[in-house]
């Protein structure tokens, strides 16, 4: 038994080291993408090793299941059993490893599936290197595969000893699997490994030199796919760009309507979890679960026909601080290769002299959070880490809103006045499995919203008392609706509020236009005469050329558009319409919503 454990971690100590080796290669190799000292080399090690842990758990999975089964199968050749895979996984680290680090030059960002929708194009690998070089990697993938599978076949013994008292043996050997099972995941928290959990960095090449790229191409071979070649429901390109054109105009920076009395606010972003519409009294929603809200409604700027554009956190978020459209079967969070190609609310105001700043009392690993947050500009990244142990142990998600909402408050305070800053903060006791420590309402979930609610109250409150309060201002909105009571097929699932507060505000008022929450992006930059040409799928809902106001949602399933004749859902597995077509202009509106399903597609593959 002792000589199966010793083998084990020995395999998985050698595929550690190979991956390590593997990263100080690449940065040496590409030296020239971007300067680094040593200290950098060092962070890239620590901060990749969860994932290059991860990744080699991986591969000594087949390898731990030959060993439990030699606990029962006596004189089990493990050698020969062993022996192909491990030219395999030679052949395989070999190619993975080597391609990364020699392609990152020409194409400058992490190997992914991605590289898999070049392969037959005629753009694609050949276009990069030439076919002698090609050739010499040939060579050295054979050699290459020879070397790292030489060791892993010296290190597994031919056959275990006589086996005694197999049942602990094998209970004990489960446990090492349940072991090997919670390194593949990243821990025993709610997140689990993702791309982004290497990020640490504002340097865009030392996140990338801390991704394994075996992860990566594995993580990523189900969410890449030809994007153009996905709702092809326009047979002429000419006929959907056509319909397309006008919808998203390229010029809506001017400022037809001011709603701020500072041009400079410092400005605070607050993401709800799920607030859709049926929790807000001034929305048609149950009157008694956000009075807090409701209150604060008479005192900001109300926007009252807001549309979120999507169905999750992940996509919300995007959609929000990157002014970005969102797609049934893809998140641009989950795909790291995308995300340096779109604009973002923090780059932009950084670009301004503001510094950037997140917080959230939860895994900020979850869904690729943390990689997108990194490469979006953020500046200072907070989490569930920036908590105490007993602080996250009180919520399942980690630090409830209360003590986020406090934790928001001491760093507000403790900045110093003047310098300009911009942070988001994100809520999430609103949330299955709506355990929360407050008891007002009896239905668990009204009861959950009505915490957030509270919590949201008197945060407000506070930040009124400070200093900051004039120059400040508030933005909250929700990151998607929520599926209690409703569904996807429901146009008011997508109905969600947006409210303004601060002392930045000229004065309250109430405001009908129909918009998606991917337009806050432009309309908050245009408020602060900032350009936002690059945010090509946001519009500045408040200018004289956003003449033709209109929402288009997307979930897993289907698209959603809503104009002022009606709302029109289109269901893009089954090729057919749910709702709206007896309502007038039903035609006019699905035709829009199709053209602009394609076109994101089509510009998602170009990104």
């Known amino acids: 038994m002792k000589q199966a454990i010793r083998y084990l971690v020995s395999l998985l100590l050698y595929f550690i080291g190979v991956f390590l080796l593997a990263k100080a290669a690449f940065m040496l190799y590409n030296r020239a993408s971007a300067p680094y000292g040593p200290a950098d080399v060092l962070q890239v090690l620590l901060h990749g090793l969860p994932m290059d842990a991860s990744t080699a758990g991986y591969l000594i999975a087949l390898p731990w299941l030959a060993v439990l089964a030699a606990l029962w199968v006596p004189r089990l050749a493990l050698h020969r059993l062993l022996r192909p895979y491990f030219i395999i996984v030679g052949f395989a680290l070999t190619l993975v490893l080597a391609a990364d680090t020699v392609l990152y030059e020409f194409w400058q960002y992490k190997l992914d599936a991605s590289i898999l929708n070049y392969l037959n194009a005629d753009t694609g690998v050949e276009s990069c290197v030439s076919w002698g070089f090609l050739a010499a990697c040939a060579l050295a993938l054979v050699a290459g ?92 390109a000419a006929a959907c760009d056509s319909v397309f054109q006008g919808l998203y105009p390229a010029d809506t920076e001017d400022v037809a309507d001011s709603l701020l009395r500072v041009s400079r606010p410092q400005v605070l972003l607050i993401q709800l979890e799920s607030f859709g519409a ?55 969070m989950k795909i790291p290769g995308k995300l340096n190609h779109i604009p973002s609310l923090a780059h932009s105001l950084a670009a301004e002299g503001y510094t950037t700043h997140f917080l959230y009392g939860s895994d900020i690993n979850i869904m690729g959070k943390k990689g997108y947050l990194v490469a979006a500009g953020f500046q200072d990244i907070m989490s569930d880490a920036d ?74 409150d506070s930040l009124r008392r400070m200093p900051v309060w004039d120059d400040l201002l508030i933005v909250a909105y929700a990151d998607h609706g929520m599926m209690y009571e409703m569904s ?120």
């Open 145 to 236: 595969t020879l070397l790292l599978c030489w060791l892993p076949i010296r290190l597994t013994p031919r056959r275990l000893p006589k086996i005694t008292a197999r049942v602990p043996k094998t209970l004990a050997m489960l446990l090492i699997g349940g072991l090997i099972f919670v390194m593949v995941r990243g821990g025993a928290g709610t997140s689990t490994m993702n791309v982004g959990s290497a990020y640490f960095s504002d340097k865009l090449f030392l996140n990338h030199s801390a991704v394994n790229p075996l992860f990566s191409l594995v993580s990523t071979s189900y969410k890449i796919t030809k994007f153009d070649r996905q709702f092809r429901l326009y047979d002429d």
């Open 278 to 332: 049926q929790f807000i009294a001034e929305l048609g929603g149950h009157p008694e679960v956000c009075p807090e809200f409701s209150r604060l409604i008479k005192e900001g700027v109300f926007f009252d026909n807001l549309y979120s554009n999507s169905y999750r956190t992940d996509r919300g978020s995007v959609c929000v601080t990157s002014g970005h459209v969102s797609y049934p079967t893809v998140s641009l």
């Open 387 to 460: 908590f105490s142990f007993k602080d996250t142990r009180r919520s399942k998600w980690g630090a409830n809103d209360s003590l986020m909402f406090h934790k928001a408050i001491d760093i507000i305070r403790s900045r110093p006045q003047g310098p300009r800053w911009f942070q988001v903060v994100q809520t999430l006791d609103s949330h299955e499995p709506f355990e929360v420590p407050y008891k007002r309402l009896d239905d668990k979930v009204h009861n959950a919203f009505a915490w957030t609610d509270h919590c949201l109250g008197q945060f407000i």
């Open 488 to 607: 996807y097929e429901n146009p008011e699932y997508f109905h969600t509020p947006l409210l303004l507060l601060g002392g930045a505000l000229k004065q309250p008022r109430r405001i009908h236009t129909l918009m998606n929450q991917s337009d806050i992006a432009a309309t908050l930059l245009s408020q602060m005469g900032i350009s936002h040409r690059q945010y090509r799928w946001s519009r500045n809902v408040l200018s004289k050329n956003y003449t033709y106001p209109f929402a288009y949602c997307s979930y897993p399933a289907g698209i959603m558009f809503k104009d002022s004749t009606g709302a029109s859902i289109f269901d893009v597995n089954a090729s057919r319409p749910v709702v709206g077509q007896s309502a007038p202009g039903h035609d006019q509106r699905l035709r829009r919503a199709k053209a602009i399903l394609q076109k994101s597609y089509d510009l998602l593959e170009k990104m």
